[in-house]
């Protein structure tokens, strides 16, 4: 004759099977991914969107950038991950040169700079001009783009035949960058501005000791949910 189980008592039966699988799951390894890290360059290495946009809070208002992943690929990836991870947060426009440029992008921590300086990305093919409003990352040679970005202020087409590689254009707020403090001139050892070494090295305490009207950065996001750091 068969059996029937009671309801009551299949259930129970059913329920231990299920913990029992629970208890026996393996664990799921853990990511080899490491944690986004201002203090690590290589956890920030996320693709950019084909295009977006970056918004800037400054001193002197706001503006938003535009930026176009084709022009400029690697130079587009690397400035996604600065902004959306608050590389930018607090830096200056140290070196402010009417009609020419607007530079900025020296870690107001001396710990963030130090660990940046070597971490290089290569060269991009030249797409587009350095016209008025285009961004474009600053270099001391043959692949040595860190996170330095400048602005153009005016036509710069020059520049296109020595490898700078414009990713994105200020599309809101062009008057605000027009509007940085520019006094201090060229930057040191060629003009009285701010030496760049020392930037990285002393960081914030230096510009606001000897260069207290530079106009700065409050934050910079990406115009989608962004993520700070620990």
Same mark, same amino acid.
């Given at each position: ?30 990511? *080899?991914?490491?944690?986004? *890290? ?74 963030? *700079? ?43 087409? *020059? ?72």
């Amino acid at each position: 004759m068969k059996k029937i189980i009671p309801i009551a008592l299949a259930m129970l039966f059913i329920a231990a099977s299920l913990w029992g699988q629970a208890e026996n799951k393996p664990a799921t390894a853990p990511s *080899s991914k490491p944690e986004a *890290s201002l203090l690590n360059p290589s956890s920030m290495a996320e693709q950019a969107p084909a295009v977006f946009k970056a918004k800037f809070t400054t001193t002197k208002g706001d503006f938003v950038v535009e930026v176009t992943r084709a022009w400029s690929p690697r130079g587009a990836d690397r400035f996604y991950n600065l902004v959306k991870y608050h590389f930018y947060d607090g830096a200056a426009f140290f070196r402010v040169l009417p009609g020419f440029v607007v530079q900025f992008g020296i870690s107001p921590r001396p710990e963030v *700079s130090r660990v940046w300086q070597p971490a290089d990305i290569p060269d991009d093919r030249v797409t587009q001009s350095n016209t008025r409003g285009t961004l474009t990352f600053a270099t001391g040679g043959p692949n040595t783009r860190t996170t330095q970005v400048f602005i153009n202020l005016a036509d710069n087409s *020059s520049l296109n035949n020595m490898g700078f590689s414009p990713f994105g254009k200020v599309i809101e707020g062009m008057k605000v960058v027009d509007k940085f403090y520019s006094g201090y001139g060229e930057g040191a050892p060629s003009g009285n501005g701010p030496a760049q070494d020392r930037i990285q090295k002393e960081g914030k305490a230096y510009l606001e000791k000897n260069f207290p009207r530079l106009d700065t950065i409050q934050t910079a996001v990406i115009l989608t949910a962004a993520i700070v750091p620990k």
